[in-house]
């Protein structure tokens, strides 16, 4: 990231390379004069540019931890601020802006993943064939009259799906067997019966968990799993769907690749919370109001680092 520059009568601001350094302005023999602040993106909790009661307007710099600054002054909470004129708002305006950025992608959470490209469909004399929906099929156990089944989710597989995982099983209460297929974008269900023609589909992002089960045989009457078939429970939070079949290793196949697709979806690339949480900042609050009422803290300071707490609050505007 290229490196932006603000300069003010009374501070230098640099953004770049995944820093932020502001500087002093020295004298003449000084160009670049003390740093009073040089620390990487990561250790900032935000940026926001603030007008004080006086019309002054500042560029608070919030640091992640109350650490010591360059000067050897601690933080605690209080932010860093750099004045600037009027007629430099609009360029302040932009470099808050970049840094918010910056400090918003360094939030975010990346899971290790394997690439699931969706290969393109290939038309045949039989219909379309799909690479990932021959890999799922060949990992699982071969049963008869699955040909169907497998044709179907060729058919079924959307341009932007990936599908991960197959297996021969039966949703509970009983409705024949089908094709269960996870993708990473739905739980597929295609049924078997050679009379009829149907699927049901379930997206993943409704999903909450997915885990098999080994349900022992029910007493006569009593819907369930049968003695030796692997169970699979799917949760939305609200409903539970619920498959059989009778091979465990396809079944839990399966079962892992729906958690797996749960976890990629709200997971991968998402924002993680941000360090410190409410409750590290209420624990600061609560030592601080200890502190105070033993007289460790003298009203002034308490003011200066409450309110410094309170305003780095995640929410705080």
Do not use: C
Not at 307 to 312: A, D, K, V, Y
Request: charged share 25%.
């Amino acid at each position: 990231m290229d490196i932006v520059e603000l300069r003010t009568p009374t501070a230098i601001m640099r953004h770049g390379h995944g820093r932020v350094v502001v500087l002093r302005p020295g004298g003449e023999d000084d160009a670049e004069g003390e740093r009073v602040l040089d620390v990487a993106v990561e250790e900032l909790l935000k940026v926001r540019l603030s007008r004080r009661a006086d019309d002054t307007v500042v560029i608070e710099i919030y640091l992640r931890h109350p650490a010591p600054v360059l000067t050897g002054v601690p933080a605690d909470r209080t932010p860093l601020p750099v004045i600037i004129a009027e007629h430099d708002v609009p360029a302040a305006s932009r470099i808050v802006e970049r840094i918010n950025d910056q400090i918003l992608d360094a939030q975010r959470v990346d899971i290790a993943a394997p690439a699931l490209e969706p290969p393109p469909q290939v038309w045949g004399e039989d219909g379309p064939t799909r690479g990932d929906v021959d890999r799922a099929v060949s990992r699982m156990t071969p049963r008869p009259g699955v040909a169907a089944g497998v044709a179907a989710l060729h058919h079924l597989v959307q341009p932007d799906e990936y599908v991960l995982e197959t297996a021969v099983a039966t949703a509970r209460p009983a409705s024949g067997p089908g094709l269960l297929a996870a993708t990473t974008a739905r739980v597929l269900f295609i049924s078997l019966d050679p009379e009829t023609a149907w699927a049901h589909e379930f997206p993943v992002a409704a999903v909450l968990y997915a885990h098999s089960t080994e349900t022992p045989a029910g007493v006569p009457g009593e819907i369930g799993a049968a003695r030796g078939e692997t169970g699979l429970e799917i949760n939305d939070g609200h409903l539970t769907l619920r498959f059989t079949g009778a091979d465990r290793a396809d079944m839990e196949r399966v079962a892992l690749a729906v958690g797996f697709a749960v976890r990629r979806l709200a997971v991968d690339g998402a924002v993680g919370p941000p360090d410190p949480g409410v409750a590290q900042l209420y624990a600061e609050w609560e030592l601080l109001v200890e502190r105070h009422s033993l007289g460790m803290v003298d009203d002034v300071q308490f003011q200066r680092y409450g309110r410094g707490i309170l305003r780095s609050l995640p929410d705080a505007s």
